[in-house]
């Protein structure tokens, strides 16, 4: 059978949505259109494709309706402001196949906002490669700062670094966080939050309209320790102390409690709010994320997720 030309595919995922949201969820058309940031006269026909494309039977026959499902389960059960579950390819290895994607869509609508908003980021995998995937913007109007240091111990710069990346594509202004992710000592943590523009930094970072970051888990393959953040001998004893995952370097439990003392006193990023009192979104998937991920939405250390449906099953069964 031919493939359906991308642009159909996506003109049939969006009616699948829309179908979704009126025929099962019970949302007016007004709604969808506020919900997916369209016209009503839009929404009318989206709804109106997906039954004439055949997508609305008595349940919704589109792979993106078992997504939607998640979502709204994950949404209830953590009180989430915003999930976004995309569908997976249980051929693929990859690490952040459609999350990447859905993560610079996402960052890519609060972008076209004309109204100045202050946009925070994370690092890491995922969020580089969402960067990666944002097309040419001129967004002068709008601010895009790091919550993290992009420098090891040794002074070496992380390959996986994201604001510039960002800020290069949508032009933007843009403020780096100017430390290390995690400082050699209590001490020169101190020295360095003190700095006038870290300050600054951090003090913009706290008004963020919204935040976009990873969730990293623990362990020998962690990207932690593969990145020379952290040394092993930390990392057993994270683990040892019950450290499950990690947000921006800083290390938490299976509750989503900050682990005290050990690399929790030397990180150097911005302190993350708990719960979140503004919208931070993760964006993670994979086996290997699955309890930090449980970790972060149980301590609401995030508001908002991106993940993929194998993730969100087993994040509902956890």
Known sequence: MARKPESESSRLDDAARAGWLYYIAGNTQDEIASKLGISRQTAQRLVSLAVSAKLIKVRLDHPIAHCLDLSQKLK?????????????????????????????????????SRDPIVVALGSGRTLRAAAEQLPPMDCPQHKIVSLVGNIATDGSASFYDVITRVADAVRAPHYPMPVPVIANSVGEKKLLLAQKPVKHVIDLA??????????????????????????RDEMRALMKAGAIGEVLGWAFDRSGRMVEGLTNERVASVAMEQPAKRLVIGAAMGIAKVEALVGALVGRIISGLITNETTAERVLRH
């Not at 690490?95 to 869509?105: D, F, H, N, S």
């Open 76 to 112: 209830d059960k953590f009180g989430l402001v915003l999930c976004e579950v995309v569908p997976a390819d249980p051929a693929s290895s990859s690490t952040m196949l459609g999350v990447a994607e859905a993560t610079a869509a996402e960052l890519e609508r609060r972008l076209e």
């Open 206 to 231: 706290r008004m963020a309209d919204v935040t976009f970051v990873g969730v990293g888990h623990l362990g020998d393959k962690a990207p932690l320790l593969q990145d020379g953040f952290v040394n």
